[in-house]
Each structure stands twice: as C-alpha cells, then as structure tokens.
C-alpha cells in the first residue's frame, strides 16, 4: 500500500508523454520506453484491494486493465489468503500450469491445506509444485501443473468452476473452515 515501486506495463500504441493511473491515483513517474512498454511507480493506496491500471497518451487515446493491479499489506498473522489465480480458464484433459498468488501459500501447501474442489464428476490431478516469495511484498507465488477431466467428458458449451481453498492450519481438511476460498478458475 505504501506505493514507491516500479511497475512494468506492456501492450501496444503506448506514447512519450503518457500518463497512468491506479485506479483514480496517478502515477507519480512515468517512463516511456517504447510503444509496447512503459515504466511508472506506484502511487501510495489508501486500501487495500485490486484497481483497474489505465494508460492515457497525449493524443486521448487510452487503454484500461480492470483490477490490474492489487494493493496488499504485509500481513504476519499467518492466515492463507489466495488474491489472485491465473489463467483463469484451463482446457478439459490438457496439463496446465496454474499460479496462486497470497500469503502464507507455501505454509497451506506443507503443513496446512491447499485443495482444489470442483463437481463430483471432475477429476483433478496436481503436479509438479513451485514456489516463489516476493521479498519486497511478502507475496508468495505458488505454481503447479493442473490437469482436470470430467465424467462424462464435458459438453462443447459446458464448464466447470473449480474453487481454491486454502488454509495454514493443518486441521483445516477435516473441519472444512478454510481461512481462503473465494478464488475460482473454470475448465
């Protein structure tokens, strides 16, 4: 929250002279760089929470990333809390890398509970675990490979909703309170 770092944006049409906003907070520095990417740092948020990222360039045009960008504090308490998934959609039956990003992550994955809870008919095969902590923000990154087939096979129109729910207490599968549950991904 406390703001000060520099965020990298990418995408296309960007112009010197652009100016971009954090949710209705302008960035205090602006880099150009080039037309695809462009530097600027972070202002200082007054909540926590996901902001949508805008680029305006001096001609008017502009572009705006909904909840692109999520404000956190660095939290001690040693809650999970799952703020972000991505993708979010995986393919039925094709091995997908999927990131969480939260706190206390690699602790719900060892010692507490980290569980992916779909329909009955969905299968779900985790493999392959990684793990990253931002040491600046605390955020902690957790990778792994997803494969999830449904029976009978999924409809072409149909979806499933896959939860991520986490939890630093190893108590948590058994009792079914988890302190994170609020992410989803589909497939």
Excluded at 73 to 101: F, K, W
Excluded at 102 to 124: D, E, F, Y
Excluded at 131 to 136: F, I, L, N, V
């Amino acid at each position: 929250m406390a703001g000060g770092i520099e965020i990298t944006l990418t995408g296309s049409g960007f112009q010197s002279g652009a100016q971009v906003f954090f949710g209705s907070q302008s960035a205090p520095i602006v880099t150009f760089i080039s037309s695809t990417t462009v530097r600027a740092v972070l202002p200082q948020a007054v909540q926590t929470g996901s902001v949508n990222v805008s680029l305006v360039n001096p001609n008017g045009t502009n572009a705006t990333k909904p909840g692109g960008f999520t404000y956190v504090t660095l939290n001690t308490s040693g809650r999970a809390e799952v703020i972000g998934v991505e993708p979010l959609a995986v393919i039925e039956d094709l091995q997908t890398d999927v990131t969480l990003r939260g706190r206390n992550l690699i602790a719900a994955h060892n010692a507490g509970s980290l569980v992916l809870r779909g329909p009955a008919r969905a299968t779900l095969t985790l493999t392959n675990f990684r793990s990253t902590t931002d040491q600046a923000t605390g955020i902690e990154e957790l990778t792994f490979n997803v494969r999830v087939t449904a029976s009978p096979p999924l409809a072409s129109q149909e979806r499933l909703v896959v939860q991520i729910l986490a939890s630093s207490r190893a108590q948590a599968s058994n009792d079914g309170v988890f302190e994170s549950s609020r992410q989803m991904f589909t497939v």
